[in-house]
Nanobody
Framework: QVQLVESGGGLVQAGGSLRLSCVAS????????MGWYRQAPGKQRELVAR???????NYADSVKGRFTISRDNAKNTVYLQMNSLKPEDTAVYYC?????????WGQGTQVTVSS
């Protein structure tokens, strides 16, 4: 059974940093790729960053140069390092994993950036 458990959200001032973690089971190698999405109030869920099993990454234009996605295969964990946070980064952040055409989601973690 696939499980994705996020942690690391919280309240931070603009310009600050947070690191989100997503622990995957049964194994991070079960997935074709993994990523982070976010959903702000009244907005659609949007891609933030993705990483493949080979380590290739892609980012939303709005976070390029500020956010970094990475993975620790030994810990079955994907991270999202978020630096230079802005109030517009405020959202619920969701971990996502894909096996072929099937998508799996974590429960989400709230990130709030105050100005």
């Amino acid at each position: 059974q696939v499980q994705l458990v996020e942690s690391g959200g919280g309240l931070v001032q603009a310009g600050g940093s947070l690191r989100l973690s997503c622990v995957a089971s049964p194994s991070i190698f079960s997935f074709n790729d993994m990523g982070w999405y976010r959903q702000a109030p009244g907005k659609q869920r949007e891609l933030v960053a993705r990483i493949t099993t080979g380590g290739n990454t892609n980012y939303a234009d709005s976070v390029k140069g500020r956010f970094t996605i990475s993975r620790d295969n030994a810990k079955n964990t994907v991270y999202l390092q978020m630096n230079s946070l802005k109030p517009e980064d405020t959202a619920v952040y969701y971990c996502n994993a894909r096996i072929m055409l099937t998508l799996y989601w974590g429960q989400g973690t709230q990130v709030t950036v105050s100005s």
